[in-house]
């Protein structure tokens, strides 16, 4: 089956999130949600939620899922707004727990923090299948830019979160806790041992060098052929060795610190104080 696939562009955070539905039916996906927050001020908004929710509601659509890729550094899940306003159940996959681990020591989190993935309604492992309406989903366990990334194969078309970027930009970076150059490799021919026509979608564009517009679509066989990081036959080792040096010289996402402590929670904020007010906090020297 071919689902239909919308795409909301945020410019803010180079995110693209997308809503996939079945090709005759109302049953839909949202895959990677974008909640808009301003750090100089600290105020969340939700016009790119907003943007989702009228497109979902004009085409009369049933949200079944609000899958995440993985744990976003770059941008905070609108996931739980989105549940309130549209349904649909909350997915990640299951190494979620390695990342809640891990961050949860970094962010100080105490006790009440729970490290077993229950904040979401459904956890992921390699090989499980879910289906939106007539569509079957298909789960790969693709990590290497964090433990826990997924590709979600829906029909023809394989979400990829931020394992593969377009074939003129390459592949993402390894270096938060828990990346692996070596596992995203590995992980990414997982993804090109699909059908060549496979539709991929990925998760952020930064338009390449010489490239006008931002895109955000290709195909598992111009992967292999142009990835300038990964197509024409790489090789394991030059491809650590390209990305462990390119990851040496970038600087940490903006949003990380919001980003991982909302999004380890299924895009929840923290637990509000006595007063009800939600603080999040800046660890020095941990990142």
Same mark, same amino acid.
């Given at each position: %089956?071919?689902? @239909?696939?919308?795409?909301?562009? &945020?410019?803010?955070? @180079? ?14 996906? *949202?895959?990677? #949600? ?20 009228? +497109? ?10 609000? $899958?995440? =890729?993985?744990?976003?550094?770059? +941008?905070? #899940? ?15 996959? /299951? ?20 490290? /077993?993935? #229950? ?46 970027? %377009? ?7 390894? &270096? ?15 993804? $090109?041992?699909?059908?060549?026509? =496979?539709? *991929? ?11 006008? &517009?931002?895109?955000?679509?290709? =195909? ?38 919001? #980003?991982?402590?909302?999004? %380890?929670?299924?895009? @929840? %904020? ?14 020095? @020297?941990?990142?």
């Amino acid at each position: %089956m071919q689902p @239909n696939v919308t795409a909301f562009f &945020d410019e803010a955070t @180079n995110t693209i999130s997308y809503v996939v539905r079945e090709p005759q039916g109302r049953a839909a996906a *949202i895959i990677d #949600s974008v909640l808009d927050f301003d750090y100089a001020s600290g105020h969340t908004d939700t016009a790119s939620a907003d943007a989702i929710v009228a +497109h979902v509601e004009a085409e009369d659509l049933d949200v079944r899922w609000i $899958l995440e =890729t993985h744990v976003h550094a770059d +941008h905070l #899940s609108a996931a739980p707004y989105l549940q309130e306003r549209l349904g649909g159940k909350i997915g990640i996959g /299951d190494r979620i727990t390695v990342v809640q681990n891990t961050f949860g020591k970094v962010f100080n989190e105490g006790t009440e923090f729970q490290r /077993d993935g #229950s904040q979401f309604d459904a956890l992921f492992d390699e090989g499980d299948s879910f289906h939106i309406g007539q569509l079957r989903g298909d789960v790969l366990h693709t990590p290497g830019h964090t433990p826990a990334c997924l590709t979600y194969v829906i029909g023809d078309a394989a979400f990829v979160g931020d394992t593969l970027f %377009m074939p003129d930009f390459g592949t993402a970076r390894c &270096d938060f806790p828990g990346g692996s150059a070596n596992d995203l490799y590995r992980s990414i021919q997982k993804i $090109l041992a699909l059908p060549d026509a =496979t539709r *991929i979608f990925v998760g952020h564009d930064y338009k390449a060098p010489g490239r006008d &517009d931002y895109a955000w679509e290709s =195909t598992v066989g111009e992967q292999k052929a142009k990835n300038v990081h990964v197509g024409a036959g790489t090789a394991e080792a030059a491809f650590v060795e390209m990305r462990q040096a390119r990851d040496a010289t970038l600087g940490m996402p903006k949003l990380i610190i919001p #980003s991982l402590q909302v999004n %380890m929670r299924a895009g @929840n %904020m923290p637990d509000p104080d006595a007063e009800g007010d939600v603080f999040l906090k800046v660890p020095v @020297n941990k990142l």
